[in-house]
């Protein structure tokens, strides 16, 4: 009797995490789909069920508090779920000086992007290691390499991200799971507010990725093993010069555009 196992996805009513459930569905894995958007997870369900025929779970939960995880792993518990892919992806952005963020908005983030992310990798990860396959890919950025002002926590948490995986994938691999950290760079999704960031400008002069390519680079190199994707040569470039970038010049031109940062705190 073959064993049913699942793709847990989160954040995966749109964006990357929606690209990776539809990949990973086109495969014939059945998923269970998490997310806080209720209403999407409903269209998403049918969605895949009725292109892939396969089964589709989903729950919809909140995962920046702070019980989140064990919270979602009792879910898979009490469901009997076995989870073979881990898609950590579920995240969000904001653009704000460290001392106008609001704490709440900043714990949510640390939560989600730090929390979540290590205790589902920690909790679903044994069952892995037992069961001697699995397969992990949490999002990080290439923003995790640079230190840039205004997106501090956003940088800070998925440097924690792309840290975690290395050590985490050097520690599984002995095991037969396979983990990778996946550091897009600009992608176009909802992630970004749009009265901020144009998306569709940014795919029309070929800076941003769509999350379809992204997804499928990701899982591409996920059960390839590798250790972090970086998705796109544009994205590599990208990345080398804003490690080239100084310190000294990132300052100034926060200090030439300075009224950026002297907005109102983020809501």
Same mark, same amino acid.
């Given at each position: ?34 997310? /806080?958007?209720?209403?999407? &997870? ?24 702070? +019980? ?54 920690? &909790? ?41 995986? #290395? ?22 999704? /909802? &992630? ?12 029309? =002069?070929?800076?941003?990725? +769509? ?36 310190? =000294?010049?990132?300052?100034?031109? #926060? ?13």
């Amino acid at each position: 009797m073959n064993e049913v196992t699942f793709a847990l996805v989160t954040g995966g009513t749109s964006g990357i995490g929606w690209e990776c459930a539809r990949i990973l569905a086109g495969g014939k894995r059945n998923i269970l789909l998490v997310s /806080n958007q209720e209403e999407e &997870l409903i269209k998403c369900k049918a969605i895949l069920e009725q292109e892939y025929t396969v089964q589709v779970i989903t729950h919809f939960q909140d995962l920046s508090l702070p +019980t989140s995880a064990e919270e979602l792993y009792r879910f898979c518990l009490d469901n009997k779920l076995e989870i073979e892919v881990l898609v950590n992806n579920a995240g969000f952005f904001f653009f704000s000086e460290v001392v106008q963020v609001p704490v709440e908005r900043a714990s949510r983030m640390i939560n989600l992007h730090v929390h979540t992310t290590a205790l589902l990798c920690m &909790l679903i990860g044994r069952h892995m290691k037992e069961r001697g396959r699995g397969y992990v890919m949490n999002v990080a950025s290439i923003a995790s390499y640079k230190d840039f002002p205004g997106i501090a926590f956003y940088a800070a948490t998925k440097k924690f991200i792309r840290g975690f995986s #290395r050590a985490m994938h050097a520690e599984m691999k002995y095991y037969g799971v396979h983990v990778t950290a996946l550091c897009p760079g600009a992608t176009a999704t /909802n &992630l970004y507010d749009p009265n901020v960031i144009d998306v569709k400008k940014g795919m029309r =002069w070929g800076i941003m990725m +769509t999350g379809n390519d992204v997804a499928k680079a990701g899982l591409r190199g996920m059960f390839k093993n590798k250790p972090v994707v970086i998705p796109g040569f544009l994205t590599k470039i990208m990345l080398i010069f804003a490690i080239l970038t100084p310190h =000294w010049l990132i300052y100034m031109v #926060r200090v030439k555009w300075r009224h950026f940062f002297d907005q109102p705190s983020v809501k």
